[in-house]
């Protein structure tokens, strides 16, 4: 109703009410004309209050127009009365839902314990990666507890430098060195470190590098410890790049990309720049990104030189060629025309661990995971040169033990790494390789012979057909072998070393106390089932003591995450989570 309809209802309400004034003769009629009064009066109060509530609501809407969860509420609420509101202490705070987690790790099963008098042999490729340290790592620094998978604990050991002689020349590209000692967690048991080290060159001794990166910059790139982060990280290694390199740009979301062609290395302004334009959107046709970085890094193909693709992503392939079997078959035709796969993986929540380890596993190349600008750093600056420079290329370890001196044996972590005894000598299997400066370790767990700790009983019939040990090796341990191949050789070369059981020390030296501390550091965190008689205080101190010099405090970090684990464990010595 309108103010002058109001107005004029509210006149005739008067003058209606100033007539009955009069009062008539009639009672009858002087009653109702009271009832008509009555009515006209309550009529005109309800008009002038509806007036008035229009009138507010009308303000209102002019000054700002919302639509509330309560509104919608009524426009999808039943026919029939709404139950009445739960009183104030009956009602509970609802969390908002979280994303779904859905990263994806290779199941695995620690190595078994193996009778040397029944499964003497053990062989094995090499292994320079570090992505699960760092991802797990990750985790830790953020409150969670790492899923068993996501630990390796071969990753674990070789992130960290244990000072392994280097060769005295190059005719032999790498130096083999062995140390046996009583193991820390348990002295009815050794422990057994084989270190190789590679000679290392100076940068500006490296040969000219073509190097494609390939850039995940799908939807799920768009956190900030993706895609920004891969620009960082990037942004690290263009000041190291020379006149000689060449360097091109591959991006992928729903379909692939180029953004920069090759261009020489020295251009750094115009690589920042393409690496500035980069934004992320759209779904992850990761098998035609890496279709078109190949194609670039054959079209600049340096002769003698590191052709290398760089693949920065989540992992989170779901468009185009998802088939992981694919990808690796894709990525294994590639490297036999010599261009190498390194892998960098970035991110949470959707991570991909099992395919970016495996892609670069069939790549001849490496994985890293990167957590932050200083581990950009790390990967892409200071240990650049091993991964430019090849200098050994399928390099396979078979280590046979002697069952006179040797129960039980175990190879800690290197699972997927695993070989067949007669791939040793078979040089069309593929392996893995060492750059310049790398450093690889491996440890065995040793049960001695005579010992009362074995794990495992005898067969029945197994004693009787083993053969009596020569004399003249008696005294040995165990026996290594070392194959490997030059760059563009396809012949392998053969190192052999014995293992002497009089190599045998009570104290280990700083190098295998801490990388032993290392070792059952991933133990713990898978369940803490193989190193008996080692709790998380006597792991740490061993750790802690054997700290030594620690330049970039990557040790004390070390020691930080294994206090910040023995806290998430509680009372609890296992900490690991099996799926």
């Known amino acids: 109703m309108n103010r002058t309809a109001l107005v004029s209802t509210l006149l005739c309400a008067a003058v209606v009410a100033a007539l009955g004034g009069c009062r008539s003769t009639s009672q009858p009629a002087e009653q109702a004309a009271a009832r008509q009064r009555a009515e006209q009066e309550n009529a005109a109060r309800a008009q002038a209050k509806a007036a008035s509530a229009d009138a507010a609501a009308a303000s209102a ?75 797990v790592r990750r985790m830790l620094n953020d409150g969670v507890r790492p899923p068993s998978d996501a630990v390796r604990a071969e990753e674990f050991i ?13 005719e032999t590209p790498f130096r083999v060195t062995t140390e046996l000692a009583t193991a820390p967690w348990n002295p009815q048991r050794q422990v057994l470190m ?22 995940d910059t ?27 390199d060449r360097v091109s740009m591959v991006v992928y979301a729903g379909s692939a990309g180029l953004v920069l062609p090759p261009t020489p290395g020295n251009r750094h302004g115009e690589i920042l720049a393409a690496l500035d334009r980069l934004d992320a959107g759209g779904s ?96 892409l600056v200071q240990q650049m040169g091993g991964t430019l420079l090849t200098i050994a290329r399928d390099v396979k370890i078979q280590v046979e033990f002697n069952p006179a001196q040797v129960a039980e044996y175990r190879l800690i972590g290197y699972e997927n790494r695993i070989l067949q005894r007669e791939d040793f000598a078979n040089d069309k299997v593929d392996a893995g390789d ?37 004399l003249a090796i008696g005294n040995e341990l165990a026996h290594l072998r070392l194959r490997y191949k030059l760059p563009g050789q396809d012949r392998s070369k053969l190192i052999e070393t014995p293992i002497l059981a009089s190599q045998l020390t009570r104290t280990p030296g700083e190098s295998l106390r801490f990388a032993s501390a290392v070792a059952g550091f991933a133990d713990a965190l898978r369940g803490g089932e193989r190193m008996d008689g080692w709790g998380w205080d006597a792991m740490i101190s061993a750790a802690r003591n054997s700290r030594g010099d620690d330049p970039r405090g990557e040790r004390a970090e070390l020691i930080q995450l294994m206090d910040a684990a023995r806290q998430q464990a509680g009372a609890d010595e296992r900490v690991g989570i099996r799926r």
């Open 61 to 135: 809407t002019l000054d700002r127009i919302e639509v509330t969860g309560s509104r919608m509420r009524e426009a999808y609420a039943p026919a029939v009365a709404p139950a009445p509101p739960p009183a104030p202490m009956m009602l509970m705070r609802v969390a908002p839902m979280q994303p779904a987690n859905t990263e994806k790790y290779a199941e695995r099963t620690d190595n078994p314990v193996q009778r040397a008098a029944e499964q003497p042999v053990s062989t094995f490729s090499i292994d320079v990666d570090t992505g699960s340290y760092a991802n």
């Open 158 to 170: 070789n992130y960290f430098d244990y000072g392994h002689p280097a060769p005295t020349s190059r």
């Open 194 to 215: 084989i270190g190789i080290k590679g000679y290392d060159v100076p940068k500006a001794n490296l040969a000219p590098a073509n190097l494609v990166f390939l850039i």
């Open 218 to 244: 799908s939807g799920s790139m768009g956190e900030p410890d993706k895609l920004p982060l891969v620009k960082q990280a990037l942004r690290q290694l263009v000041p190291q790049l020379r006149a000689q």
């Open 284 to 379: 992850t046709n990761g098998g035609e990104g890496i279709a078109l970085a190949y194609a670039m890094a054959k079209q600049a193909f340096i002769q003698g030189g590191a052709n290398r693709v760089i693949l920065a992503t989540d992992g989170d392939f779901n468009v185009g060629t998802v088939d992981q079997n694919a990808l690796e078959t894709l990525v294994a035709d590639q490297r036999k025309s010599g261009i190498a796969l390194t892998t960098l993986g970035f991110g949470t929540g959707n991570y991909n661990d099992e395919l970016s380890e495996r892609l670069a596993d069939v790549g001849d190349g490496n994985h890293a995971y990167i957590d932050s600008v200083r581990e950009a750093r790390k990967v």
């Open 434 to 470: 060492i750059g310049a400066g790398h450093q690889v370790t491996a440890l065995y767990e040793i049960t001695p012979a005579g010992s009362s700790a074995t794990r495992v009983a005898p067969l029945r019939y197994g004693d009787a057909k083993a053969a009596k040990p020569d």
